[in-house]
């Protein structure tokens, strides 16, 4: 019989608390609804603003290539013009919509042989995109660049960092560009070590075949033993 009073009295205490506070309750609760309603309308127009900034990436890209075959140089520098100008806004923004802005960026420098331009794109696109799929094409490209402008250590550098990751399908091509760009640098030690990695990853592909072929020419020139 204890038992039962003790339990009637704890509902009872229960009851009146919350009666009491109902108001405070009920306010964290709608708070808490409000709260969760915020966070989807957030999501849904971030999801809605990330697809309209696509959108006119592609528009951006589009409009730059359409037809470009046959056109004058002048036409071409253009439409790089317009596109840089359009796609200027974009190339802060986070996450994809900054790594396309900034990959579509530095195509268009490259074109306009603005390599140092190129290469700062083509890293804010990999620093935007690190856990991306496109980071290892932006360490190539930036690696690309650097040699361009003859800053044979930052491209020897993002040449291993593209050719490091395991899925990207340019690994074999950043691999033997490692490798030439140590030759270039007279370290031909280094150079060895680098192709030697790719003739021993795949012997039989094209790019290994290269490989031997400078591993080779480096010991008939006395560079390595």
């Known amino acids: 019989m204890s038992d039962v009073k003790e339990k009637t009295s704890v509902s009872e205490k229960l009851n009146r608390f919350l009666e009491k506070n109902r108001i405070v309750l009920f306010s964290v609760l709608g708070a808490l609804v409000v709260a969760v309603i915020a966070y989807a309308v957030i999501v849904t127009v971030s999801a809605k603003g990330t697809e309209k900034n696509l959108s006119v990436i592609d528009e951006i890209s589009y409009a730059l290539t359409n037809g470009a075959e046959g056109l004058e140089e002048s036409e071409l520098a253009g439409r790089r013009s317009t596109a840089m100008e359009s796609v200027t806004p974009l190339l802060?923004?986070?996450?994809?919509?900054?790594?396309?802005a900034n990959m579509l960026a530095a195509d268009v420098a490259y074109q306009n042989k603005d390599y140092a331009a190129s290469l700062d794109y083509w890293k804010a696109a990999a620093e935007?995109?690190?856990?991306?799929?496109t980071a290892p094409l932006a360490y190539y490209n930036v690696g690309v660049c650097a040699e361009q402008t003859g800053d044979l250590a930052v491209a020897a550098e993002n040449f291993k960092k593209a050719a490091d990751v395991s899925d990207f399908v340019l690994k074999s091509?950043?691999?033997?560009?490692?490798?030439?760009?140590?030759?270039?640098?007279n370290d031909y030690a280094k150079a060895a070590e680098a192709y030697n990695v790719l003739i021993n990853a795949s012997p039989d592909e094209s790019w290994a075949k290269m490989a031997k072929t400078?591993?080779?020419?480096?010991?008939?020139?006395?560079?390595i033993q």
Request: charged share 35%; net charge positive; aromatic share 8%.
């Open 128 to 133: 935007k995109g690190k856990k991306s799929y």
């Open 214 to 223: 400078r591993v080779l020419d480096m010991k008939i020139k006395g560079n």
């Open 173 to 185: 091509h950043a691999q033997f560009s490692l490798g030439r760009v140590y030759e270039k640098q």
């Open 92 to 100: 802060k923004k986070g996450g994809v919509v900054g790594v396309r």
